[in-house]
């Protein structure tokens, strides 16, 4: 039986115990807002494994936030020929928050792979589960 690889569950949004279930319901750039699933629709894995335990994907997706504005600045600078002109702070501000506002629904969705993928000890994967 061929098994699901970490990879490709983590870049799919799929339940970390038995990569075959979503974590979200909707897709990343979709019309429909995505929401997480209370349960996984696979194996019943519970993903807020207890009451506010998503609290904790904030500081995930503030890391992630603050490592893309910086890229971002970093591209800036460089695509503008290294422009640091005081009026160009502007075009900084813009692009940096404009950047933030186009990978928010990337942050949230991915912050939450992160927490439930690599920072909780209680849910492991369960290769029994890994089936269709
Ligand atoms: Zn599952």
């Known amino acids: 039986m061929e098994k699901t690889s970490k990879l ?3 870049v799919h ?6 990569r075959r279930g979503d ?4 897709s990343l750039y979709g019309f429909d807002i995505q929401h997480t ?3 996984c629709g696979h194996c019943g894995q519970r993903f807020e494994i207890e009451p506010g335990y ?4 904030m500081y995930v997706s503030y890391a992630m936030n603050v490592i893309q504005m910086i890229t971002t600045g970093i591209a800036t600078y460089i ?6 002109d005081f009026d160009s702070l502007w075009l900084y501000v813009g692009v940096i928050f404009g950047m933030s506002f186009i990978l928010s629904p990337f942050n949230y969705r991915y912050s939450r792979v992160i927490l439930l993928h690599w920072l909780s000890p209680k849910i492991s994967y369960n290769a029994y589960y890994d089936t269709p």
């Open 8 to 10: 490709y569950a983590i």
């Open 13 to 18: 949004g799929k339940c970390p115990h038995c």
């Open 23 to 26: 974590i979200f319901t909707g």
């Open 37 to 39: 699933n209370e349960t």
């Open 54 to 57: 998503f609290y904790a994907a």
């Open 79 to 84: 695509l503008s020929g290294g422009n640091l």
